[in-house]
C-alpha cells in the first residue's frame, strides 16, 4: 500500500512539475503575441483597428483561460489513466465540448473589423494546439519515468498499443524530415519552361526560405477533405407544405443596389434575400439565376448571363465615338478577364494548382499562345482592400481612405464603359465586390453591368461574416446544392463572354478559395479552373486574362509559432499569369519577369488594353504596362508604390 501511494505521489509531482513549466510557456506566448505579434499581424498605424481588437484584455484573457484549460484538461486525463487505470470517456467528453463553447462563445461575440478579431482567434487555436503538443510532450515523459513502475504488471494489450504508438511517432517524424527537405520545392518554379534570366538578376533579390512549413505540414489540415459538397437547406425560402411538383424561384442580379443597402454585411444580405421569389416556368429565361426545388430530387441552381441589347448599343455608340476622336481609326483592343484569387501566393499557385500549372507551362510553348509569368509580383500590404484599391482605382489605400465619401472615384469599370466594353462581376462573397463593405461604401459604386453574387443561407451567415465553418473564411469546402461556389462563378464568365460576342467585353472574377488559414482548400478547384482556361483558348485571339492574386495567405497564425520567414515571404509574394495570343511586344514583357512590379502596374496595363494606347497611370506612384514598357531594374518597393518598409520583402 505505501509503494502505491508512493507512486501515485511521485506521478502528481511529476505532472506538477511540467505543469509549472506548461503554465510559464503559456504566459510566455501571451506575453509575446502582446509585445511581437501585434505588430507582424497588424503593420498598420497604431491607431488601426485591428492592433486594438488583437491586443485588448479580452484576447489576451481568452488566451490564458482557454491555453489553461487545456492544460489542466490533459491532466485530468493523464491523473485518470495512470492513477486509476481508467481512461473517462464520458467525463473527458464533456469536459472538451464545454471548452470548445468557451471557445466559440468568445470568437462569436466580437466584431471581427479588419480581421483582428479573427487574428486573435487564430492565435488562441494556436495556443490550443501548443498545449495539445505539451500534454503530448508530458505523457511521453511521464510514461518514460514510471517506465520501470508501471511496464511490467501492464497488460499485453497495452503494451502492443504503446509499441505501435511509438512506430508511428517514428513513422511521421520520417515524413516531417523528408517533407523538411522537399518544403522548397515549388519556391523557385516558374509558370514558363525555359527563361533567360536569373532569379537574382535584378536588385530587388527575394529571400528563400530556410523551411516552408505549409509544405512540411502538407495534408495534416486538410479538413475540405472530409467535408463534403452535397448538403443543403431550403427552409430558408418558407416552401409551401402541400407542394407538388417543381418550384422556381429567381434570385436577384443586385445591378440596382445602392449605397443605402451596404450599411452592414447584413444589410446587404437582406436586401438580396429579400427581392428572391417565385416565379413561374415561362418567366426562367429572365433571370440569371434561378433555384429549382423539385418535390423528389435535390435543389439545382442554374447562372446564366441575360444578354441586354440596350448594352450593345450603349457599347457601340462609344466605341464609334471613340473612332471619330482618332480619325476614324481605332486600334484593335481586347477583351480583358482579371479572374482574381484571393490570398494565394505564386508558390501556393504551383503547389496547390499543379494541373493548371502544367496546362499554363503548356499553353505557353503552343505556338499561338503566349504566358507572361511576373516572378517579383509583390503585394502592397497583407489585406484586400490595399492591393485591390490600387487595381481598381489606380490610387494608394490610404488615398481611397480619406476621399470625401461623396466624391465619386473613377474605377476600372468606368473607364470600361467609357471606352465602349459591357462590364461584369461574379464574386464569392455577399458584397457588390471584393473590397470590405466599409470600403465599397467610401465611393460611387462601379458599374457592373451583369453581377453575380451569393448571400445564400447555406453559403453565407451575415451575422458572422468570418466564420471558418461557413463564407469566405471557411477552411471546408464552399458548396451550393452539390456544386462549389467557385464553378458557378466559372460557368457565368463563360455566358458572358456566349451571350456578348460582338461587342468588346471586361469581366472579372473574385474567388475566395484560397482566403482560409489551412492553405489546403484551394486544391479542390485545380481541375475545374483547368476546364475553364480551356474553354477560353477559343477566345484568346482576341482576349487577355490576368490570372492574379492580391497577397499570399495571411491567415497563418499558427504557422509564425513555428518559423515566419515561410509564410510571411508568400503573403508578400502573390501570383500573376498573363495569358493572351502572342505579340510583338512579348520580349519587352519578358524583361518584366524579374522586375519588382505591384497592383499600380496591373491597373496601368489594363487601362492601356481599353485604351488601345499608353496611358499616364498613376498620378501617386510610377506605374509601367506590363506587356509593352520596361520596368526599371533598379526599382524600389517605394517607387512601387508599397510604401509601408516592413511589407517590403527587397533587402534594406
Known sequence: MANEVETKTHFILLVAKSDAFLF????????????ISVWVKCPYEALDPCRKWFTDEGGITMLLLIGSFSILLFDYLFIAIFVSRRFPVLPYGLFWLAGLFVVWNSASGYDFIDHGGYNRLVLTGSVVIVAFVCGVWKLISLLVSLLDRFWNPTPRKLKKVACFGLLAICIFSVLITRNCRASQIYWLNPTLETLDVHFNQSTCSFPKPTYHWWNVLRGVFN????????????????????????????????????????????????????????????????????LKIAKKSKPSLTVKVVRNESLVSRAK??????????????????????????????????????????????????????VH?????????????????????????????????????????????????????????????????????????????????????????????????????????RCLYGKPVHQYIMDYATSFWEQYPDVPKFFMT?????????????????????????????????????????????????????????????????????????HKTDKIAAQNYFKLVSMFDVHKTVEDIMRGHVSRGSEEFSSFNLLSEIVPRNRTCEDAGITYKPHCVCPK
Request: charged share 20%; glycine share 6%.
Open 24 to 35: 510559464g510557456v503559456l504566459i510566455t506566448v501571451a506575453l509575446t503575441s502582446y509585445l
Open 317 to 370: 455608340r462609344k466605341t464609334r465615338k471613340k473612332a471619330n476622336k482618332k480619325n476614324g481609326v481605332l486600334q484593335s483592343r481586347d477583351n480583358i478577364m482579371i479572374f482574381l484569387i484571393d490570398a494565394l501566393s505564386r508558390q501556393a499557385f504551383t503547389r496547390n494548382l499543379p494541373k493548371t500549372f502544367d496546362y499554363l507551362r503548356g499553353l505557353g510553348t503552343n505556338e499561338p499562345n503566349v
Open 223 to 290: 479538413f475540405a477533405y472530409w467535408s463534403p459538397c452535397s448538403g443543403y437547406d431550403v427552409s430558408w425560402l418558407n416552401l409551401p407544405d402541400d407542394f407538388s411538383g417543381t418550384l422556381l424561384y429567381a434570385y436577384p442580379t443586385l445591378n440596382d443596389i445602392t449605397v443605402a443597402h451596404m450599411s452592414s454585411y447584413l444589410s446587404f444580405a437582406n436586401f438580396a434575400l429579400g427581392r428572391v421569389k417565385l416565379i413561374e416556368e415561362r418567366e426562367v429565361e429572365s433571370y440569371e439565376s434561378v
Open 510 to 582: 473574385y474567388i475566395s478559395d484560397a482566403h482560409e488559414w489551412t492553405g489546403e482548400l484551394v486544391q479542390y478547384m485545380d481541375e475545374n479552373l483547368v476546364t475553364f482556361l480551356q474553354s477560353f483558348e477559343k477566345h484568346l485571339p482576341n482576349t487577355t486574362i490576368f490570372l492574379l492574386s492580391d497577397h499570399g495567405n495571411h491567415l497563418n497564425g499558427m504557422f509564425r509559432l513555428l518559423k515566419p520567414d515561410g509564410p510571411e515571404i508568400e503573403m508578400k509574394t502573390p501570383v500573376l499569369n498573363i495569358v493572351r495570343r502572342r
Open 373 to 477: 509569368t511576373f516572378m517579383k509580383f509583390h503585394s502592397i500590404r497583407p489585406f484586400t482592400g490595399p492591393n485591390c484599391e490600387p487595381m481598381r482605382y489606380g490610387v494608394s489605400f490610404d488615398t481611397f481612405a480619406s476621399r470625401p465619401t461623396n466624391e465619386c472615384q473613377r474605377s476600372i469599370f468606368h473607364s470600361a464603359v467609357d471606352n465602349g466594353y459591357v462590364t461584369g462581376y461574379a464574386g464569392s462573397l455577399c458584397n457588390y465586390n471584393e473590397l470590405e463593405i466599409e470600403d465599397v461604401v467610401r465611393t460611387c459604386l462601379p458599374p457592373h453591368d451583369h453581377k453575380l453574387a451569393f448571400c445564400d443561407p447555406n453559403i453565407f451567415d451575415p451575422n458572422n461574416p468570418f466564420s471558418f465553418l461557413k463564407g469566405g473564411f471557411s477552411m471546408l469546402k
